[in-house]
């Protein structure tokens, strides 16, 4: 069983940055590849970014490529989602999530076991 928490929202400003981290309690975060997904009020649960279980492998979303980047500290069983270039768009609650074992990546909700609670991201025009 894994238990994610998010922190690290907020409101800024478009053009600003801000950095998400996840921390996972478990004894398998090591071997889950690791992703965010975001989900604006009235619209589906998105796909922003994904990491493997090694953190050498990396994906993103074309609306977020270039501006933001996934990385995972296995050692400290954390995920975090460095965002620069923030857009109005980009406004919406950001959820930590770990796949199912033996995924490398994942770019659907549904390959994904665990989730947080969410933290919500909010950008000023």
């Known amino acids: 069983q894994v238990q994610l928490v998010e922190s690290g929202g907020g409101l800024v400003q478009a053009g600003g940055s801000l950095r998400l981290s996840c921390t996972a309690t478990?004894?398998?975060?090591?071997?889950?590849?690791m992703g965010w997904f975001r989900q604006a009020p009235g619209k589906e649960r998105e796909f922003v970014a994904a990491?493997?279980?090694?953190?050498?492998?990396?994906y993103y979303a074309k609306s977020v490529k270039g501006r933001f980047t996934i990385s995972r500290d296995n050692a400290e069983n954390t995920v975090y989602l460095q965002m620069n270039s923030l857009k109005p768009e980009d406004t919406a609650l950001y959820y930590c999530?770990?796949?199912?074992?033996?995924?490398?990546?994942?770019?659907?909700?549904?390959?994904?076991?665990?989730w947080g609670q969410g933290t919500q991201v909010t950008v000023s025009s």
């Open positions: 999530a770990a796949a199912r074992l033996g995924l490398v990546l994942g770019i659907s909700i549904y390959e994904y076991d665990y």
């Open positions: 990491v493997s279980w090694s953190g050498d492998n990396t």
């Open positions: 478990g004894r398998t975060f090591s071997r889950h590849a």
